[in-house]
């Protein structure tokens, strides 16, 4: 059974006529067809929007997407259901309430099962009669059309609960991992990349698949067969086909290269496979399959090529703090696996989604009037036809392939990172997909110079763990291998960005060829230090008024060398708080350096200009002071000739000279600082949430992080404009987006295409 869509309209067999063809709709009859092959039911025994009792007063007629009997016969008499479906769009995220919504739902119609999917996760539940549990008790699947009437079979099914966990998931991958080191001798990173491979060939399979199936050693086998029967004898075996078919598919996300195979021998593959068989990772939740991902990256690089992965609790308290909003420009030019963006991508799009969800209780208030009870069947209908389609319109916004969408905007144009490995880029890529997206602004590129959509005061909030103790050589210079040069892909980011802009950003790399990158910062001429020069390349990035999270070591704030270090980023930005965290957080990740959080603030250009003036005006006092004693040394040895002094007393002037010099440079930082005062939060934790084994410990970041933001948004420490979104329906009937920022509503703007 196939899906048909026709003219924007798509058609419901259940209902045997045409739809207008929304995302929700299209994930309703992509579930029909599921139910109908991969379950055997049949059209008769389903019903959808069906009108189900005890609803609440003031919250409408209560309608079950689908619902589904266990027989056409119970359907027509009325009797209780055996599964009820809700559905939602595919990149709509399922939500706690939700799953509560569709117990209440499957609860009153009498169902013994429930299932919410939006395709890409799917989760199905067993309903206690006459009860509504605190937990609800997720099992593994329904039930097949054929056992429908086995009562002993349905029992054993409700009692088939269902336990997929992060840690689980991580273990199995670890699993496989060792199953390619022994069979096939591989590295760890190799091991790991052949994994990759293997993972993005089940999603693509699972996704592709309409059917409860996974991709399971039995359908690789049944698919190999019909394969090789078919095959010419050039042909690929048939798990290279495969990764040839994922590589296309995947193939705007640079992946994989062109070239690349599989490069272990299939029976690996085969018990890969199997092993994974257990999961259905289309349908498992993106924050599951991505933190178990995220486990398994930091036990096989534990440490490896310099990459050391920064621990969850670190990187949630980091982007807490820095607060990043709607609209706000992320970056993180040393991402390694991803991390930041990725939690940053989560915390704006959480955001996102509970407007959205308050806005739609917005609707429900309007339209669900206290009249709503004693109105004829008709106009009951008519308001719930209106709720509908208020609530599908408004899930666009969550649509992340919808062009004028909210998520799409976030994920396509506020998402940026680069890594100089190009594994870790890869890896970044990929541990983005995994959690929900986010992926398309990194690149395989090194951090200190520009690449497309990453160059100077474009930002708005840095996020980033630079590597430690590595150092840039002075001979170390920029080439044509640093050049961006493909010519249709500039085209495209001269027309997304502007060309002047775009010219201007590659004018870093492309003007500076053969000279060394050190030239390129303030700070080189002081250090070389890997984790040094980032701090001025971080704040290179921002806009003025921009905000910075940076994991440093220690040493950076308290090493003497390091002084004029510490002296330039205090005449570029404010330090907002400095957290020293135990050396134990990053222990599990192989790294042995004891390390601190430092939050700044880029000066406002109004900040910039106060702290010049301070700056100038200090120093004119200064060096009045002095002025009388530096100018009689100088004159003292100009002098020629006759006149000229002996070496000895030349050498104890040019002494008292470089003495006042550094006098007056002290005095007049002392002076500026006395002047351009603020208060400086620093904080000391000794438990951060994991120990030296990666085991969790109890987290003093947390109530760090809500004494800071009340502290933040009491001071005022950054400019947040306060922003709302309405949702009104034009006098043509088209439903409008209305951004208000403080308090000053914008024009209105589509953001769905009918």
Same mark, same amino acid.
């Given at each position: ?118 395709? =890409? ?243 429900? =208030? ?203 980023? +205090? ?95 002290? +005095? ?87």
């Amino acid at each position: 059974m196939e899906v048909k869509i026709e003219n924007n309209q798509i058609y419901s067999p259940i209902r045997n006529k045409w739809l207008v063809d929304k995302p929700e709709e299209e994930v309703r009859q992509r579930y029909v067809c599921r139910l109908v092959d991969s379950y055997g039911y049949d059209i008769k025994q389903m019903g959808e929007e069906v009108k189900v009792t005890n609803s609440q007063r003031g919250q409408g007629a209560a309608r079950a997407d689908i619902v589904v009997w266990r027989s056409e016969e119970d359907k027509i008499n009325n009797k209780n259901a055996l599964i009820v479906v809700e559905c939602k769009a595919e990149n709509v995220t399922i939500r706690q309430a939700d799953y509560f919504q569709g117990y209440n739902y499957a609860s009153w119609a009498g169902a013994k099962f429930f299932v919410t999917t939006n395709l =890409k996760e799917t989760r199905i539940f067993k309903v206690v009669e006459d009860a509504m549990p605190k937990k609800l008790e997720e099992i593994a699947d329904i039930p097949t059309a054929d056992i429908v009437n086995d009562d002993k079979k349905i029992k054993a099914m409700l009692l088939q609960t269902k336990a997929f966990t992060r840690d689980e998931f991580s273990r199995l991958l670890f699993k496989c991992h060792n199953i390619i080191r022994n069979n096939d001798k591989l590295s760890p990173e190799a091991a790991f990349d052949e994994i990759s491979k293997i993972l993005f060939i089940k999603i693509r399979y699972e996704r592709t698949n309409s059917g409860t199936q996974i991709f399971s050693k039995d359908a690789f086998t049944k698919l190999k067969d019909a394969y090789n029967n078919m095959k010419s004898k050039d042909a690929p075996e048939f798990y290279q086909f495969l990764f040839e078919k994922t590589k296309e598919d995947f193939a705007k996300d640079h992946l994989f290269d062109d070239n690349e195979t599989i490069k272990i021998r299939e029976n690996s593959f085969e018990q890969i496979v199997k092993e994974l068989q257990v999961y259905n990772l289309s349908t498992t939740s993106d924050d599951v399959k991505g933190i178990a991902f995220e486990q398994f990256l930091g036990r096989t690089f534990r440490g490896e090529l310099g990459q050391f992965f920064t621990p969850r609790t670190i990187v949630d308290f980091m982007v807490s703090v820095l607060d990043p909003q709607e609209g706000e420009y992320i970056c993180d030019p040393c991402c390694g696996s991803g991390g930041f963006l990725i939690r940053a991508f989560e915390y704006v799009r959480e955001h996102i989604e509970n407007e959205v969800e308050a806005r739609k209780e917005d609707v429900k =208030k309007e339209l669900f009037t206290e009249d709503y009870p004693n109105l004829a069947k008709k106009e009951q209908e008519k308001i719930d036809q209106q709720v509908v389609d208020a609530f599908n319109k408004m899930n666009y916004e969550l649509d992340i392939n919808n062009p004028l969408g909210r998520l799409r905007s976030l994920s396509f144009d506020c998402i940026y990172g680069t890594d100089a490995n190009p594994r870790m880029a890869r890896t970044a890529k990929m541990n983005m997909i995994m959690h929900g997206d986010g992926h398309g602004g990194v690149h395989h590129h090194d951090g200190l110079l520009n690449v497309n959509g990453i160059w100077e005061g474009r930002f708005d909030v840095i996020l980033t763990n630079p590597p430690f103790g590595s150092r840039v050589d002075k001979d170390l210079k920029i080439t044509d291998a640093d050049k961006f040069t493909d010519v249709e892909k500039i085209q495209a980011y001269e027309k997304r960005y502007g060309k002047e802009n775009y010219d201007k950003a590659l004018r870093q790399v492309n003007d500076n060829i053969g000279k060394p990158i050190l030239d390129l910062f303030q700070i080189g001429k002081f250090s070389g230090l890997t984790e040094v020069l980032f701090i001025e390349r971080c704040l290179n990035l921002l806009k003025p008024g921009g905000r910075m999270g940076i994991v440093l070591p220690e040493g950076v704030l308290n090493n003497t060398n390091l002084q004029k270090v510490r002296d330039f980023v +205090e005449s570029k930005a404010k330090i907002l708080l400095i957290v020293s965290i135990p050396q134990d957080v990053f222990m599990a990740a192989g790294a042995t350096v004891k390390p601190s959080l430092l939050f700044f603030k880029k000066f406002t250009e109004t900040e910039a200009d106060e702290y010049n003036r301070i700056y100038i005006q200090a120093s004119h006092e200064v060096e009045a002071k002095y002025d009388d004693e530096m100018t009689s040394i100088e004159a003292n040895l100009a002098k020629r000739g006759k006149e000229a002094l002996a070496k000895d007393e030349k050498k104890k002037l040019r002494a008292r000279k470089k003495e006042l010099t550094t006098l007056i440079e002290n +005095e007049t930082k002392a002076l500026v600082k006395e002047r351009f005062d603020y208060v400086i939060p620093i904080a000391e934790v000794q438990k951060a949430g994991i120990s030296t084994t990666g085991a969790k410990i109890e987290n003093e970041l947390v109530p760090l992080e809500k004494e800071f933001t009340e502290y933040r948004k009491e001071n005022k420490l950054w400019k947040k404009p306060v922003k709302e979104t309405e949702y009104n329906v034009s006098a043509d009937g088209i439903m409008q987006r209305t951004r208000i920022i403080d308090g000053i509503a914008c024009e209105p703007e589509p953001f769905y295409r009918n």
